[in-house]
């Protein structure tokens, strides 16, 4: 497929434009400075702005898909979806995030006590396109922007996730012990090298 990204210097944006590429879709990154954008065979660099829906139109026409990677507050979601229906692109995806809604005038979602600070989301990995076909796919994201993608594996007894990266690598084993008692060991790596142990938990069952 070729796949436009608007805002594909972003943090999202970029982590998209680089499982596309990893997936051998071609990728127009469409940015304010597209310069920094992912540096690869299957990229092309364009520079493009959400508030000029014209030239926008012209930058992704010709697509089979577009994603949306941009802040709901940096754009206008009506000039965006104007634009693509003008370009006749017949799937239009939007990365959002439904803690900047308004809870009330005023009030975001983010901003509630209670509200977690870091997000897992899993997903079943069909395809095997992260490792094993069949298994899953966990994305995490947090308030400090971090975000980063494991290959998730389910065992008898055992759940555990892993992703290895040349400069921070995390594997994380969660063990049942009987009915009521959950026991997590997680283990870094700086170097993809020298393993040492992380964060240490366990999950009791009351009453």
Excluded: C
Excluded at 34 to 43: E, G, K, Q, S, Y
Excluded at 90 to 116: C, K, M, T
Excluded at 174 to 185: E, F, K, N, P, Y
């Amino acid at each position: 497929m070729k796949v436009a990204v608007i805002g594909a210097t972003g943090r999202a944006g970029r982590e998209i434009t680089t499982e596309l590429v990893r997936r051998g879709h071609k990728v127009t990154a469409i940015a304010r400075h597209p310069d920094t954008a992912l540096n690869h065979p299957l990229v092309d660099r364009a520079a493009g702005d959400v508030a000029d829906p014209a030239a926008l139109e012209r930058l992704i026409a010709g697509h089979d898909a577009v994603v949306s990677a941009v802040h709901f507050v940096d754009s206008d979601p009506a000039v965006l979806v104007s634009a693509v229906r003008a370009a006749r692109v017949r799937r239009y995806l939007v990365v959002g995030g439904a803690a900047s809604l308004e809870v009330a005038p005023g009030r975001r979602l983010i901003d509630e006590p209670g509200f977690p600070n870091g997000v897992a989301i899993i997903g079943s990995d069909a395809d095997g396109s992260h490792g094993q076909a069949g298994g899953f796919t966990m994305i995490y994201f947090d308030e400090r922007g971090v975000s980063r993608l494991y290959q998730v594996m389910v065992g008898e007894g055992t759940v555990s996730w892993r992703r290895d990266d040349a400069k921070f690598s995390q594997t994380n084993i969660i063990t049942a012990q009987g009915q009521d008692r959950l026991v997590s060991q997680g283990r870094m790596s700086r170097d993809g090298g020298a393993w040492e142990d992380d964060l240490s938990q366990e999950f009791q069952r009351e009453g």
